[in-house]
């Protein structure tokens, strides 16, 4: 087999190179999005552990109102799934 010496003036070596930014540049957004991905993960992992506090608190100072909007929402909840 032979091979050929390809002159970087050619287009397919000019091509090769656009190839070669284009990969480039979509690693570099890829990244991008990965870490605003992983930055957005955290806030709204943050959000969820401070939503979650303020309801087990509420339930705990409040235990039968709780226990009755509970209750009302799984008598709502059969009556929507369970109409004939």
Known sequence: ????????TTP?????HAVDDVKSGIG???QSVSDAFSR??????????????????YARENPMRTIGVAA??????????FRR
């Open 40 to 57: 957005r993960k955290a806030q709204y992992a943050e959000q969820l552990d401070t939503g979650r506090a303020a309801v087990t608190d």
């Open 72 to 81: 009302l929402a799984g008598i709502a909840l059969g009556v929507l799934f």
């Open 1 to 8: 087999m032979s091979t050929k010496q390809v002159d970087s």
């Open 28 to 30: 570099e957004v890829a």
């Open 12 to 16: 397919s070596a000019a091509l090769s």
